[in-house]
């Protein structure tokens, strides 16, 4: 993210060799490094993108080694660094692509109207030059105060990541036929599943889908994985396949069908954000989101949180 340099060796006993190798920056200044442990991370920190993690406004992901390695962001996997990059709502929506396309070695992919960010992958050979374009030439000095935005109307920074399906086995209890005999069965609702896509032809599926996308590289939105017909199935799934047996929670709904993950299971945020704006505008009232949810609210900045599949409202 900052252009400087980790290296990752592994040592016979199992353990694993850490190289900090900072670059300079262009004012001539070298910042030290170093490299913060903690249970779930281990960080490799230059000291001038410290106080941006401290104000939140840029991703720990970033710098977290393991995680970058693990999933294929090293030197030897990519040669660039997918992020988000969200503005000051002082920028107008339309211009909010142009004025990232402005910021030195930023190549935008997508642009996210509803977190006011665009998307954009940073070669690794210029990701110094972006650094240094949003976080200045200051130098951080005791006793001095050391900056916590960021320049060029830049708010907050993310990695991009790449996120995976995980199948559930099992649908909890929940009372849904006693819900259908009260007469609830979803009928006039609209749910957007936002996954891997869907097999329209599935016994259960069939004639159940009212319309669909493609986020992904994909060339359409067939299921090439499993999990999005699966989470399909278990909201409005005819359980004409099984005689009835495994009928959906839901089978009046009206199914919109996002892909957001592509046939190995894997997608970008950016991926899903554009999937639940396309959702809303179909006008769906919920969405089954893997992985990762949105929220905004009025007095502070959107936060995008990952775990458990949870509906955006």
């Known amino acids: ?65 393991g995680y970058l390695v693990s999933n294929g962001y090293a030197d030897n996997a990519t040669s ?32 996210l109207n509803s977190v006011h960010a665009t998307a954009a992958d940073v070669p690794k050979t210029q990701a110094g030059s972006f650094w240094s374009s949003i976080a200045g030439a200051a130098v951080p000095r005791t006793g001095r105060p050391v900056p916590r935005a960021f320049g060029r109307s830049v708010t907050h920074v993310w990695l991009d990541r790449k996120l995976k399906a995980t199948l559930d086995q099992s649908v909890p209890m929940i009372g849904a036929p006693q819900a259908w005999a009260a007469g609830y069965d979803g009928k006039g609702v609209k749910v957007a599943v936002l996954d891997t896509g869907i097999d329209a032809n599935h016994a259960d599926l069939k004639g159940r889908v009212a319309a669909s996308k493609n986020f992904t590289s994909d060339p359409d939105v067939s299921d090439g994985f499993g999990h999005g017909t699966h989470v399909a199935s278990i909201i409005t799934g005819t359980g004409a396949a099984s005689g009835g047996k495994y009928k959906g929670v839901a089978p009046g709904v009206e199914l919109l069908v996002g892909k957001v993950l592509n046939n190995k299971g894997f997608g970008e945020d950016s991926d899903i954000i554009a999937g639940m704006e396309w959702a809303a505008a179909q006008g769906a009232s919920g969405r089954s989101v893997p992985r990762m949810w949105v929220r905004r609210t009025l007095a502070t900045p959107p936060v995008i949180r990952h775990g458990s599949r949870r509906p955006h409202r």
Do not use: C, H, W
């Open 1 to 65: 993210m900052t252009g400087d340099k980790v290296t990752l060796a592994p040592d016979p006993d199992g353990t694993t060799q850490v190289q900090l190798q900072p670059v300079a920056r262009p004012n001539g200044y070298v910042p030290g490094m170093q490299l913060v442990q903690t249970n779930e991370q281990q960080l490799a920190v230059p000291d001038d993108a410290l106080p941006y993690l401290s104000a939140g406004v840029l991703d720990r992901t970033l710098f977290d080694v």
């Open 80 to 111: 660039q660094l997918p992020v988000i990059t969200q503005l000051s709502s002082a920028v107008p929506a339309a211009k909010l692509r142009n004025q990232v396309d402005a910021l030195p070695g930023l190549k935008p992919t997508v642009q």
